[in-house]
């Protein structure tokens, strides 16, 4: 029988043991560079929490690095799995609202671009837009434009699409039919 030969229950090797350790302490630097409104919506235990709020309080480098090495400490003596989804998830959301943006902002361009009959197109797919707000600043936004003034009735046009898709999801960016 070789030396080399192991066990499948065997306990894992210092290797995997120093790789394991470190990914919860990148774990534990990600929980405290998240702000106060996400945080809360990760589930830690207490004691996990005070040390996430603790390092968060720290300046000092040194002191901040010590406080993030205890905190991986205790991400050792847990189950990270759940933290680890809810981190996941909460990326997944920041995703997910950033292409809304872009989405938005495409409806934004093309109706500028595009004018009455894009409005038209939208206005009957999208109940929760109102024509005439929508066909009034699109003008402006043509104005402001060739007057060189800043885009304010493109940015309220924004706004008016954003509120309006919270009411009811816009449909995908216009196609041309």
């Known amino acids: 029988m070789s030396f080399d030969s192991r066990d499948s ?9 120093k ?3 470190k990914a919860r302490l990148e774990l ?8 106060k409104s996400e945080l809360a919506k990760i589930p830690l235990s207490e004691p996990v929490l005070r040390a996430v709020k603790a390092a968060q309080g720290i300046t000092q480098n040194v002191a901040r690095k010590r406080e993030i090495q205890y905190l991986g400490k205790l991400l050792r003596e847990i189950d990270v799995e759940p933290i680890r989804a809810a981190l996941e998830e909460l990326g997944n ?3 997910i609202e950033a292409a809304r943006q872009h989405r938005l902002e ?3 361009d093309a109706l500028i ?3 009455d009959e894009l409005i038209h197109r939208l206005a009957r797919t999208a109940t929760a837009i109102d024509r005439q707000q929508v066909r009034q600043l699109v003008l402006r936004a043509h104005r402001e434009s060739e007057q060189g003034r800043p885009p304010a009735a493109a940015r ?3 706004r008016v699409l954003r509120e309006a898709d919270r ?3 816009l449909p995908d960016f216009p196609s041309r039919a």
């Not at 534990?28 to 702000?35: A, F, I, N, S």
């Open 156 to 158: 309220e046009l924004f």
């Open 9 to 17: 229950d065997a306990a894992p090797s210092k290797s995997e043991l």
């Open 19 to 21: 790789r394991q350790a």
């Open 106 to 108: 495409r409806w934004r």
């Open 93 to 95: 959301a920041g995703r």
């Open 167 to 169: 009411i009811e999801p």
């Open 28 to 35: 534990g630097r990600q929980l405290v560079e998240l702000p």
């Open 113 to 115: 671009e595009e004018g």
